[in-house]
């Protein structure tokens, strides 16, 4: 039997998060990862990057329970031990800045929210090139952004950009971006049967019952 501190104890931990967070058990998904973060830090220290991973997951789960400043808190500190650990221009930290973006939308911390999703944009781009598929979450935070700040028609470009990154085996990003482009495109003025094709395009990758299928449907029964 694997003692409560031993390395794979975390391993075993984090897994049993991660399968309980799949099926929807996210306070079970929560005491896992927290006490995997805590056996990580007890073994190898609250600095190692393993330990990023475990905020990162908590703070996941924290913003899917509406939990949104906590979860930045966790999200904020697994950027500072990535950071330390690889540098502050390294893909996984510019995706995280993207993922603190994306949250800052939901706070409603435009500015803020902004300048995330801006450099881990140019962050990813440096790193990556400028067609890597990575570059759709900064892009997708920064429509959802200039949408609700009525920039519709600033909009479209990074909609139709990651639009055009997203691989069609991507089910839950591709539903996302053709959202955003739909939503962007009758924002600004633009072709509203296109418009309409992406929001049934979105409305056929969600699960039935799911909260994005419904807002999509919700849409389209304005718009489609």
Do not use: C
């Not at 997951?57 to 924290?62: A, E, F």
């Not at 633009?190 to 309409?196: E, I, S, T």
Request: hydrophobic share 45%.
């Amino acid at each position: 039997m694997l003692s409560p501190e031993h390395p794979e104890t975390v391993f075993v931990l984090a897994n049993l998060g991660l399968v309980a967070r799949a099926k929807g058990q996210l306070p079970a998904a929560l005491d896992y990862l927290e006490r995997a973060l805590r056996v990580t830090e007890k073994s190898l220290g609250a600095e190692h990057i393993n330990a990023a991973s475990m905020h990162q997951n908590i703070g996941s789960i924290l913003q899917q329970e509406g939990r949104l400043a906590e979860a930045e808190q966790e999200l904020l500190r697994a950027r500072e031990i990535r950071e330390k650990a690889l540098g502050p221009g390294h893909p996984e930290v510019a995706t995280l800045r993207a993922n603190i973006g994306a949250l800052l939308v939901e706070r409603g911390q435009y500015a803020a929210a902004e300048a995330e999703l801006r450099r881990s944009l140019n962050d990813l781009e440096a790193a990556l090139g400028a067609e890597h598929a990575d570059l759709a979450d900064p892009l997708l935070g920064l429509a959802e952004l200039l949408l609700r700040t009525g920039r519709g028609a600033e909009a479209v470009a990074p909609a139709e950009r990651a639009y055009g990154l997203v691989a069609e085996g991507q089910a839950s990003v591709r539903a996302s971006a053709a959202f955003a482009l739909a939503r962007a495109l009758v924002a600004a003025g633009g072709d509203k049967a296109r418009a309409a094709t992406l929001g049934r395009e979105a409305l056929g990758r969600w699960a039935a019952g799911s909260k994005e299928r419904g807002e999509v449907e919700r849409w389209l029964a304005r718009h489609g």
